[in-house]
Nanobody, 123 residues
């Protein structure tokens, strides 16, 4: 089965930047799309960004457009999330996820999920 491991989270000041990484297992890893979601306590899981694995199409949630950038390295089975101009409301656990079928990319209906990495933005 697919294993996803996120890293790069931590504490950052408002206005700062952080880069998250998600490494997937297996040299035969070839999903349809990989995405990032986030969830704060008491809140619904929220779509952040996604990228087509075999192409270059990207998708972003309205709250992060212009601030976050998703990218990938297919050879390393890794997806990244560059987070700039961070706000306190960005504080959440960030999850990497993958799915092997087409669908509504912004819905949290993915096949595999990582363990999550905490990002805390202080004011």
């Amino acid at each position: 089965q697919v294993q996803l491991v996120e890293s790069g989270g931590g504490l950052v000041q408002a206005g700062g930047s952080v880069r998250l990484s998600c490494a997937a297992s297996g040299r035969t890893f070839n999903p349809y799309v990989m995405g990032w979601f986030r969830q704060a306590p008491g809140k619904e899981r929220e779509f952040v960004a996604a990228i087509r694995w075999s192409g270059i199409s990207t998708y972003y949630g309205d709250s992060v457009k212009g601030r976050f950038t998703i990218s990938k390295d297919n050879a390393k089975n890794t997806v990244y999330l560059q987070m700039n101009s961070l706000k306190p409301e960005d504080t959440a656990v960030y999850y990497c996820a993958t799915r092997h079928t087409a669908g509504v990319i912004t819905r949290p209906r993915y096949d595999y999920w990582g363990q999550g990495t905490q990002v805390t933005v202080s004011s």
